[in-house]
């Protein structure tokens, strides 16, 4: 539910004392690098406040319920689905969303790597994929190719993408795209 930023005037929203307008609560977030203030309501997700308060709709809403990760972003480094928390349980935190990854003009290497190795059909899933690889080479678990399988299945590809997400997220983290060199995958089969 996307609710607006505020019902009542700033400043006038007192918790306990709504006076029959919703309240909102004051919550101060550092998105991509820049320090920013909001008042929403406490029932604001992170999802929605990036994409209905913050202007950022990079990120999406796929599901809303946890099950594809296509809102998947970055606070504190940790990859979360935004969809899944609330605005205000993030109070001043630092938030990265994909419009954060690149540097100026020049691409992360992940979105570079994505282009290259033909990662994504309609792109839906797609910052949501990016933002969940860059939390996993954070985090410094997955050593093969099945483990980055493993360890981005919570992110969902409706189109079907990937071994060409796979192929590139290796590629970034400088391990083998296949567990199996002898057997890779060739695109328009089954691995058996
Ligand atoms: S929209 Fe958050 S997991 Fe699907
Ligand atoms: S590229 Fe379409 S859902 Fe992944």
Redesign the pocket.
């Known amino acids: 539910m996307n609710a607006p930023e505020t019902l009542v005037p700033p400043g006038t929203a007192q918790p306990g004392h709504s006076h029959g307008a919703a309240q909102t609560y004051p919550l101060t977030l550092t998105i991509n690098g820049r320090q920013q203030e909001f008042r929403v309501e406490a029932w604001v997700t992170l999802?929605d406040l990036l994409r209905e308060h913050a202007g950022l709709t990079g990120s999406k809403?796929?599901?809303?319920?946890?099950?594809?990760?296509?809102?998947t972003v970055l606070v504190g480094g940790r990859r979360i689905?935004?969809?899944?928390t609330l605005a205000v349980m993030q109070n001043g935190k630092d938030v990265t969303t994909v419009e954060g990854l690149a540097d100026g003009d020049r691409l992360h290497p992940l979105q570079q790597a994505f282009i290259d190795h033909d990662a994504f059909q309609c792109g839906y899933c797609t910052s949501g994929q990016l933002c969940s690889a860059v939390g996993l080479m954070n985090e410094g678990t997955a050593c093969t190719a099945g483990q980055v399988r493993e360890l981005m299945s919570g992110n969902v590809c409706r189109c079907g993408a990937y071994p060409g997400i796979v192929a590139a997220v290796t590629e970034v983290m400088g391990i083998p795209g296949h567990d199996d060199p002898s057997r890779p995958f060739q695109p328009g089969t089954v691995p058996a």
């Not at 809403?61 to 809102?71: F, I």
């Not at 689905?81 to 899944?84: K, Q, T």
């Open positions: 999802l809403k796929g599901c809303d319920h946890g099950q594809c990760g296509a809102c689905n935004s969809c899944l």
